[in-house]
């Protein structure tokens, strides 16, 4: 938490930067540009790589160590992981609106679970020890020393299993571990299934599992997340944008690869924001073993992560679809779609991780307009370049009507989901993945065509890019 002040004064930063300056155009008229060869190279200077650097360096920064993963199979290796996390992070890179959108749902969800358990059995604590009290104190001590087996043979069948002793109460860093898999069953000292904080829940109130004795230090130690590391990439964020108000306040053009790194660093710093409790690259889940009646142990493909999603067992038409409109519905908190890989490896989906039940609920709603409103904030950074110099008046265009479309493309996907949720309308209906199907291919072509922009930018930039921010101004003295 020491670092938390820090990562909100580099936010705080970010958003007051679309209020310094946009950029201005150059003095000079002409279309010429600087070819990248003649770059000069004194110390008042910077180059092309310093440039691709910069950014490069701020991107992997607050993607690569901003991005919290679920917990992963037990026997996935090292490899899969890796390649996993690599693909969230370039999903990150591409929608950064949905990374928010992601983040603000388990923030939600993490949060309304520990308030659940809290409520549930301090509740029973309190009931339990006025019960105890009645019985008169040595009864009470005598009691308190021996747990209960189950829920028949408690003064409460409810009350959770060592409940003087046991139930610690739960932080936001217990419901994000909830969430992202830290649950698992055991049945016979197999493992069964990841467990949802509803069946633990369930299970803990029925007697059939014992309450999971975990602190938050506990849990914090599973975690790889270090001070280092995240202060490593608090700095380099907040040297980037330090840098680029002082190059608007001084006149200084600004390359389009520096303001989509601004566009896309902004949105991850606020999902990292989002994430701070939640533990980062915890491989092995905390095991609970069921202590109840053989009879009751459920039934096989009854838990939420045992049973496949029906629609992977469709044709290959629907398989296809469901596959690249995943990443957009799971990201936006409207489906959790469980893979026949998911069930085998004994884990929660790696874009899943909340609760996505009730679509009426407060929270689902404020995270459909999080992830549309974070679309408006990129599109508004992209504005930024409004007056580039580009070489030609098509790639102007092109730059402008991704920005305003890039913002735009909120409406649709408010329509969409609101009319989802408003008329109960099935998910699964043609017109709702036509709908997704349909943005989604617009925003992938704008982020496309924004990428291109950019790579054909850097061939030959405008006049004042190479020239580095005169930082004496900023001190104050006598000339």
């Known amino acids: 938490m020491a670092l938390l002040p820090f990562t909100l004064a580099a936010i705080l930063l970010l958003l007051c930067t679309p209020f310094v300056c946009a950029l201005p155009p150059p003095n000079c008229t002409s279309t010429s540009a600087l070819d990248v060869t003649d770059s000069p190279s004194s110390s008042h200077t910077r180059t092309l790589w310093n440039i691709i650097w910069s950014c490069a360096a701020t991107l992997f920064a607050c993607t690569w160590s901003g991005i919290h993963p679920n917990i992963p199979g037990m026997d996935e290796g090292r490899i899969v992981i890796f390649f996993r996390r690599l693909y969230i992070m370039v999903l990150a890179l591409i929608a950064p609106e949905l990374m ?3 983040a603000a749902i388990q923030f939600l969800s ?13 509740a029973q604590l309190h009931q339990t020890g006025s019960d105890h009290s009645n019985m008169g104190e040595s009864t009470a001590t005598l009691l308190s020393e021996f747990p209960t087996s189950n829920g028949k043979n408690s003064p409460h069948p409810s009350a959770p299993h060592f409940a003087g002793r046991n139930f610690r109460e739960w932080t936001m860093t217990h419901g994000f571990f909830a969430w992202m898999g830290g649950f698992i069953l055991y049945c016979d000292n197999k493992p069964r299934a990841t467990l949802t904080p509803k069946e633990l829940m369930e299970f803990v109130h029925k007697g059939y599992v014992d309450i999971p004795d975990i602190t938050q230090a506990e849990i914090e130690g599973r975690s790889k997340a270090d001070a280092l590391s995240k202060g490593i990439a ?3 964020l907040a040297w980037f944008v330090l840098q680029f108000n002082a190059r608007c306040i001084q006149n200084l053009p600004i390359t389009l690869f520096e303001i989509d790194t601004l566009a896309v660093v902004s949105l991850t710093s606020i999902a990292c924001l989002l994430w701070w409790n939640k533990p980062k690259d915890v491989r092995c889940p905390y095991a609970v073993h069921w202590t109840g009646n053989r009879a009751n142990i459920p039934r096989p493909c009854t838990l939420t992560y045992e049973k496949a999603n029906p629609e992977f067992s469709l044709d290959s038409w629907h398989h296809y679809l469901i596959i690249l409109i995943y990443p957009l519905r799971s990201l936006m908190g409207t489906a959790v779609t469980i893979s026949p890989r998911s069930v085998r490896e004994r884990r929660i989906p790696y ?8 679509r009426h609920d407060r929270n689902h709603v404020i995270t459909l307009f999080l992830g549309c409103f974070s679309a408006v904030i990129t599109g508004v950074l992209h504005c930024l370049g409004w007056s580039y110099l580009f070489q030609g008046h098509t790639e102007q265009i092109l730059w402008r009507v991704t920005s305003i479309v890039t913002a735009s493309t909120s409406i649709p996907l408010l329509l969409i989901f609101g009319w989802v949720i408003l008329f109960d309308v099935t998910q699964d209906s043609w017109v709702v993945r036509f709908s997704v199907v349909t943005v989604a291919f617009i925003y992938v072509t704008t982020r496309i065509t924004v990428i291109v922009l950019i790579s054909s930018s850097l061939r030959s930039l405008p006049p004042g890019i190479y020239d580095t921010v005169a930082w004496t101004t900023f001190v104050p003295h006598f000339r």
């Open 100 to 102: 928010v959108t992601w």
């Open 110 to 122: 993490a949060r309304g679970t520990a308030k659940a358990f809290n409520d549930a059995f301090n």
């Open 234 to 236: 608090i700095l380099q």
């Open 351 to 358: 874009l899943g991780g909340y609760d996505n039940d009730d």
